[in-house]
């Protein structure tokens, strides 16, 4: 018989966040490619409202694993 070990408990991570297109295509490279256990499970970026400037909101909910 195989018995299933849960050997991982997830946590999320509910982040808001403000910068631009280049500072978020390396935020979400570094997270997904992390030595860590970490993924990006949803995220939505739109443009700063009343705003003139490359500004962009995000928010993201990004998983992390951790050994029990």
């Not at 409202?49 to 995000?58: D, R, S, W």
Request: glycine letters at 4%; hydrophobic letters at 40%; charged letters at 25%.
């Amino acid at each position: 018989t195989s018995e299933n070990f849960d050997l991982y408990q997830e946590a999320l991570i509910d982040l808001r966040t403000e910068g631009n297109l280049v500072g978020y295509l390396k935020f979400i490279y570094d997270i997904e490619n992390s030595l860590f256990l970490l993924r990006i499970k949803k995220f939505q970026i739109s443009a700063k409202p009343n705003t003139n400037t490359q500004a962009l909101e995000g928010t993201f909910l990004i998983s992390a694993e951790n050994l029990r």
